[in-house]
């Protein structure tokens, strides 16, 4: 049976998502369970699996920001019947060399998402395919051009920010832009020919052009604008020794840099990190705390559990925010919000950035519980199956970046809480005790705090009890 492929709603907040990286093309065979492609929101990156078996019919939106349950792809048997589902104005089976145009599939997705597509097409009207070192295209549109020995750099891309479709690619073979006789040029090469104002068919070379070839053509060769990037020459049009030195210079310095999009993930952080510097006065406090008692209790109970100081500080954390609550607050307007219960994120790192799931009710659990629920988020994380209700609701976070071996760091504030403990690397350090030089595994402690909820005496009380718990870890047990 047919099955109409929708964004699924990853948590109760979630309105929209990106879909990105399809793991199948169309026509692919396609098995319960297999991973489609990817789902990106301003929390977190899901793989999105096959609900049902059968063949990707369609795929009816490539890449890009759209609402929950908006259509995504179909997918069916070989010979099934798919108009009911498809898009109004669009075909299962469009004719042979032809794919459904963007518009078409736009038409039957609602005025919004009719609108942004039909805004990405007139985006990508003047934007040519193949300015760029690297070609965007989707993988169908890259398998048919190989197919139909079709050059991506000379295809005019229809879809969002001028990427190249299947059908750009079919639409191109048909009508024969490619020219008599066919050119054949690097992605580099169109780039650096685009920038001189060179018009490739114009090198003549058997085998495909490179580079080099387009940096010699325009040395001493005539040259035919082909847009706004011409290279003013002669009257002639001949380019200039002079002018082909000065584009080159300026193509060769824009190659020595490569430019890569943010995911939906890193420009969420980019955008949190810059508002949380924006909205708080924060204020980082440090303070060196002996870690032998907290060494020793991990090596007792080494044998029943493996606990990590991560673990040992949220531990630590919770039943010191229970005695400062303003600690534990957040701030919503003019009011200052208590939360009787502490709830710890914890910092993740990730390949493609930094996720904060949260230990709920931190203080009603014994160390055990909270190295059980940190190892499962951490690897939860590291698989892309958090939750959005994962990573929602902290009071407090804690930050270990010991383990890369930094001593002291500043914190940024995770919104709209009003402090974050950084917790720092354990380092041997000769220190004077009884007029005696002894060497003591000392770890530097970073709080950084909201000014506006909490004065430097408050924060400099709770680092105080942050440290007898860590160098008398039995307080705990009170």
């Known amino acids: ?31 319960q369970g297999d991973i489609l492609f990817d789902v990106e929101t301003d929390k977190i990156s899901n793989e999105i699996e096959a609900k049902t078996g059968g063949v990707l019919r369609e795929i009816l939106v490539e890449e890009g920001t759209v609402e929950v349950f908006h259509p995504l792809a179909i997918i069916a048997d070989a010979d099934e019947d798919i108009s009911a589902l498809l898009p109004a104005g669009a075909s299962g ?15 039957g997705l609602g005025s919004s998402g009719a609108k942004a597509v039909a805004a990405e097409e007139e985006a990508a009207q003047d934007e040519p395919a193949a300015p760029g070192g690297r070609i965007k295209a989707s993988p169908l549109a890259r398998r ?78 005539e ?27 300026a193509s060769l310095q824009e190659q020595a840099v490569s430019r890569v999009p943010m995911s939906a993930m890193r420009r969420v952080i980019a955008k ?24 020793a209790l991990r090596q007792q109970l080494r044998d029943s559990r493996k606990i990590t100081y991560t673990d040992l500080m949220i531990a630590i954390a919770a039943k010191a925010l229970q005695e400062h609550p303003l600690l534990n607050c957040s701030i919503e307007g003019n009011d200052l919000v208590l939360h ?21 009710n931190a203080h009603r659990k014994g160390l055990g519980e909270i190295s059980d629920e940190v190892r499962s988020l951490a690897s939860a994380a590291r698989d892309n199956a958090l939750t959005p209700a994962d990573m929602t ?22 919104q709209p809480e009003v402090a974050i403990l950084g917790v720092n690397a354990i380092v041997d350090t000769p220190v004077a005790v009884g007029g005696e030089v002894v060497v003591k595994p000392l770890m530097n402690l970073s709080l950084t705090a909201d000014h506006r909820a909490v004065d430097g005496a408050v924060a400099a009380q709770f680092m105080q009890r942050i440290k007898a718990y860590a160098e008398n870890p039995a307080l705990l047990l009170l």
Request: aromatic share 2%; proline share 7%; glycine share 12%.
């Open 144 to 221: 048919t051009a190989k197919e139909l020995d079709v050059e991506l750099a000379s295809v005019r891309g229809t879809g969002p920010q001028g990427r190249i479709t299947d059908g750009d690619v079919r639409r191109h073979a048909e009508s024969g832009k490619q020219g008599s006789p066919k050119v054949r040029i690097s992605p580099a090469a169109a780039k650096e020919a685009a920038a001189l104002g060179i018009n490739p068919a114009d090198i003549h070379k058997d085998g495909r052009i490179m580079k080099e070839d387009v940096r010699s053509y325009a040395a001493g060769t």
């Open 93 to 107: 089976n469009p004719p042979e060399g032809e794919a459904a145009s963007p518009r078409s599939v736009a038409s």
């Open 1 to 31: 049976m047919a099955e109409l492929v929708v964004l699924p709603k990853l948590g109760l907040t979630m309105t929209e998502g990106t879909v990105s990286n399809w793991r199948k093309s169309k026509g692919d065979r396609v098995e």
């Open 393 to 414: 609701g902290g009071t407090f976070t804690i930050t270990n970046l010991g383990m890369y071996g930094m001593e002291s760091f500043s914190p940024i504030i995770n």
């Open 340 to 360: 009787k219960s502490v709830h710890i994120g914890v910092a993740v790192g990730l390949e493609g950035g930094l996720v904060v799931p949260v230990v709920r």
């Open 272 to 295: 949190r990190m810059r508002e949380s510097v924006d909205i708080s006065p924060a204020v980082t406090y440090n303070m060196r705390v002996d870690t032998s008692a907290l060494a």
């Open 223 to 249: 040259a035919v604008p082909v847009g706004p990037n011409q290279v003013p020459g002669s009257v002639s049009g001949t380019v200039s020794p002079e002018a082909a030195a000065v584009s080159s210079n």
